[in-house]
């Protein structure tokens, strides 16, 4: 008797805990999708179009249920997001949200690299690399490390030396330190319009409109648009030619070279330059020396060169760096071969 | 170096904040929003713009968005050819990239519910209803234009007793019904609470007039994220196809020798032992640097 009892008892708390259950499940067609990180729920299945299409109270009863059901959803999917209490134990329950994930476009584009200096390009087609430097050197006057730069620099700040060198034919009465002030001025301010230049061109490369006649707007401007025309037409084969006209357009519509493909001196005109010109011609002709182009062979020759050390030296670093690694795990060889060297050990190397 | 290459530069480093607040960021600030009165709005649009908040009555988003840095507008206006009208907007780089027009059929305002309401700020729950919202494009950006406008600050945590309010958008029959409800959390006897719900008003029906809309290589540019956002990929971390986590970890060879094993009085050992194991082990001792 004691064990029916026992079962009945287990049966009606199974019961209890499926009414509980029941309280806060709900049935749909179609799972919602949920993005949590902006508490977003979106329900694809269609409501009854039939029913909300009645009287006020009943169709405001109707979506009332509906957001009921759909909120339930989403609560309960935010109640299973790993939580912990505010502040100590007796704070509030706080749940962390993920990232929110429902893509929404950005309100400005992403932020544009700034473009190299004038030196940085230069650096990159030559190929010259920075090199680190350590910032302490050894004084050997003051028997210390000091500082590469700055103030407390290593072997005095030449800009108070009590003594200049004359350099050899420079006038003796001529002020040296005087000279040495006014080149460093020179330096500086050279220094300071380089560096506003660059800032410039920074500045000129962020607002120049970016290729922009066919930049994607909703709606297209009328210029807009016959200027896309008018390229369209003339992208053909035979550069337009046969292109069937469309009824209002212009019997000859300029064309993006103004309809020409090759250009001819006027027959009567500048007879100086046109004379000039042929002098020129001939001289080329008649001249022994190859018509070069010094500093561009020069530049690409430099170049070349780069690029096959470049390549070489790529594939020696991928063997060397392997064998160099072994190396110095074994023989425990630290230090010395790159990098900055710590004061104390480069001293004793000296 | 020419007159039109100088670069205008703020002279105080407060103008200098105030344009670093403003120039493009990699991770964006929340959007703000701008609302304005048309010429001759009426009340319904007005009070629903109020909901919201607003002023100014000229009309010309894009010199207003460069001004006040907003991304988001909403206009209300009231003629007899479209009466109670509403524009929801939002720009990208200072330019427009959406508008919806919709026209208010009904509206019930906030102070004609009677009923308890929620704090100003707080983040409200989005729920969309109805196929419509994924099948047409139209409504697939309004719903997208919506969230943008209603989802407000994106926050890392958020306090469960603190979510009580619900916007819910349902799309049947060519409307849209805008309903807003405060959460009612009831105690049901497991952890999930069930939810009640209460009307508190604006309640909106409203119906969608023109549109435009940004082109798909405009609204692509405009989803497109910095490189810098994108979640890096961590080393040696593997899932597999149920969900599983493996992790490959590298280790040296385990001294099996020195495994320190439970700690009795019987096992000690003795100091001159100790010493002599030491002496013993010292001059095998691999070198280490």
């Known amino acids: 008797m004691a064990a029916v009892r026992v079962e009945e008892v287990l049966a009606a708390a199974e019961e209890q805990e499926a009414e509980k ?4 499940t709900v049935e749909k067609e179609l799972e919602l999708e949920f993005d949590l990180g902006n508490l977003l729920a979106l329900d ?49 329950l706080v749940a962390r949200l993920p990232e929110p994930a429902f893509r929404l476009p950005r309100e400005k584009p992403p932020p544009r690299p700034r473009p190299p200096t004038r030196w940085e390009q230069f650096a990159r087609l030559k190929g010259i690399r920075r090199r680190k430097r350590t910032s302490l050197v ?4 003051a028997k210390e490390w000091r500082r590469r730069w700055g103030y407390r620099r290593a072997g005095g700040d030449p800009a108070r030396a009590w003594l200049a060198e004359v350099p050899e034919g420079a006038d003796p009465e001529e002020d040296q330190f005087a000279r040495l002030r006014r080149e460093k001025r020179e330096r500086v301010a050279r220094n300071e319009l380089n560096r506003l230049r660059n800032l410039a061109r920074a500045h000129r490369a962020g607002t120049a409109v970016p290729a922009a006649p066919l930049h994607p707007t909703g709606h297209q401007s009328r210029e807009e648009l016959g200027h896309v025309a008018r390229v369209a037409r003339v992208s053909t084969a035979s550069l337009g030619r046969f292109q069937p006209r469309l009824p209002k357009e212009p019997v000859e519509p300029p064309s993006r070279s103004g309809g020409r493909k090759r250009r001819f001196e006027p027959l009567l005109g500048n007879l100086a330059a046109e004379r000039s010109r042929q002098l020129e011609l001939l001289r080329d002709m008649s001249s022994k020396k190859p018509v070069l182009d010094i500093t561009r062979a020069v530049n690409k020759q430099l170049r070349q060169e780069e690029a096959e050390a470049a390549a070489a030296k790529g594939k020696k670093q991928s063997q060397r760096g392997k064998r160099g690694r072994r190396q110095q795990g074994a023989g ?5 071969l790159g990098g900055p060297v710590p004061p104390s050990f480069a001293g004793t190397d000296r | 170096m020419d007159a039109l290459d100088r670069v205008v530069k703020p002279k105080t480093k407060r103008a200098k904040r105030f344009l670093e607040k403003r120039e493009p960021k990699l991770k964006e600030n929340t959007k703000n929003a701008m609302l304005i009165k048309g010429g001759n709005a009426n009340l319904t649009v007005t009070e629903y713009a109020t909901f919201l908040f607003l002023t100014i009555c000229i009309f010309s988003p894009e010199f207003f968005s460069k001004k006040s840095d907003c991304s988001l507008f909403l206009f209300g206006s009231h003629n007899k050819k479209r009466p109670n009208n509403l524009i929801i907007g939002r720009m990208f780089d200072y330019h427009v ?27 409200p729950m989005l729920i969309f209803a109805g196929d419509m919202f994924d099948v047409n494009e139209d409504y697939r950006r309004l719903k997208s234009l919506l969230i943008d406008f209603f989802r407000g600050p994106s926050v890392p945590s958020i306090r469960l007793a603190g979510l009580e309010y619900v916007l819910h958008f349902t799309a049947v029959d060519g409307k849209i019904y805008m309903r807003s409800y405060k959460v009612l959390l009831k105690k049901s006897g497991c952890k999930i609470p069930r939810i009640e719900l209460e009307e508190m008003g604006p309640s909106l029906d409203l119906v969608m007039r023109r549109t435009h809309l940004a082109s798909d290589d405009l609204y692509k540019l405009s989803l497109k994220q910095p490189k810098a956002l994108k979640p890096k990929k961590k080393k040696n971390i593997s899932h597999d196809v149920f969900g599983t986590t493996y992790g490959r970890i590298h280790m040296q060879k385990q001294d099996l020798g020195k495994l320190q094993t439970r700690k009795m009085k019987g096992l000690r050992k003795r100091p001159a032992e100790k010493s002599a194991e030491d002496g013993g082990l010292s001059p095998k001792k691999p070198k280490s640097t």
């Not at chain 1, 425990?332 to 010395?336: D, E, R």
């Not at chain 2, 059929?105 to 704090?119: A, G, Y």
């Open chain 1, 21 to 24: 259950r029941r309280s806060v």
């Open chain 2, 97 to 123: 990239l959406d508008m919806i027009e919709l026209g208010i059929e009904k509206f019930v305002s906030l102070k004609d519910v009677k009923n308890s309401k929620c704090p100003e700020g707080t983040k």
């Open chain 1, 138 to 141: 050894w004084d050997e006057q």
């Open chain 1, 332 to 336: 425990g060889v630290s230090g010395g």
């Open chain 1, 44 to 92: 694809r299945n269609p409501p009854a179009a039939v029913e909300l299409r009645g009287a006020g109270p009943r169709r405001e009863a109707l979506l009332r249920a509906l957001a009921r059901d759909n909120t339930q959803l989403l609560v309960a999917r935010l109640w299973e997001l790993p939580a912990e209490r505010a502040g100590g134990a007796g704070g509030p």
